[in-house]
Every structure is written in structure tokens, then in C-alpha cells.
Nanobody, 122 residues
Framework: QVQLVESGGGLVQAGGSLRLSCAAS????????MSWYRQAPGKQRELVAS???????TYADSVKGRFTVSTNDAKNTLYLLMNSLKPEDTSAYYC????????????????WGQGTQVTVSS
């Protein structure tokens, strides 16, 4: 199995910064994609940023220029540096990895972190 553990959320004032981390462990053969999503109460989960095949990076329009996604491939870890935070960034943030497990490399599977709360005060 594969486990994703998130850390780094918290309470910050508008204009501040936070860095989220998501570390994967388990029987990993390779990772096709690594993404951050967020979901605010009463709203649908939305894609924030993703890295596909280790090089293609995309951001939601609402975070472009403020958020930066990066990885430490040796540690199977995904980061999200969030600068110039706004109250509307308040949400639960979830990481998602599309993983090919050892012995099951032809069956990519999505795994989710437990979520970490980010609250931005005005």
C-alpha cells in the first residue's frame, strides 16, 4: 500500500506565507503525477497545482504567481509554497499522487493525503 502524510497547514494573516508538504511512503514503483487540491466548506474540491511526469506544471488561475509547487523526488515528497495568501485561500488542502506500485506497475492508482487546514485571516 501507499500512504501520503501532509503537514504545514495553519493560521496566517493575509499577505503571509505557508509551505505545505506531502510525503509518500510504501510500495512505490513510480509516480505519474503529484497534485494539490483544496476544498472549502460547501464548495467542490478544486485543483490548485500539479506536476505531471516530473516536469509539466500547471496552476489554477487563482494561484498563479503566488503559489509554487515543487518536489523532492528522492524523498517522494511534494511541496506547495504559498505566498501572498488571501482570505479566499482558506480551505482544506489535499495532496494526490497517481502511483504505480511495485508488482502493479500497469495499474496506476490515485492516493490522497489526510488533508491539512489553511486559514487566512483578513
Amino acid at each position: 500500500q501507499v500512504q501520503l502524510v501532509e503537514s504545514g497547514g495553519g493560521l496566517v494573516q493575509a499577505g503571509g506565507s505557508l509551505r505545505l508538504s506531502c510525503a509518500a511512503s510504501g510500495s512505490i514503483f513510480s509516480i505519474d503525477a503529484m497534485s494539490w487540491y483544496r476544498q472549502a466548506p460547501g464548495k467542490q474540491r478544486e485543483l490548485v497545482a500539479s506536476i505531471i511526469s516530473g516536469r509539466m506544471i500547471t496552476y489554477a488561475d487563482s494561484v498563479k504567481g503566488r503559489f509554487t509547487v515543487s518536489t523532492n523526488d528522492a524523498k517522494n515528497t511534494l511541496y506547495l509554497l504559498m505566498n501572498s495568501l488571501k482570505p479566499e485561500d482558506t480551505s482544506a488542502y489535499y495532496c494526490n499522487f497517481r502511483v504505480r506500485r511495485r508488482g502493479f506497475f500497469d495499474q496506476p492508482t490515485d492516493y490522497w493525503g489526510q488533508g491539512t487546514q489553511v486559514t487566512v485571516s483578513s
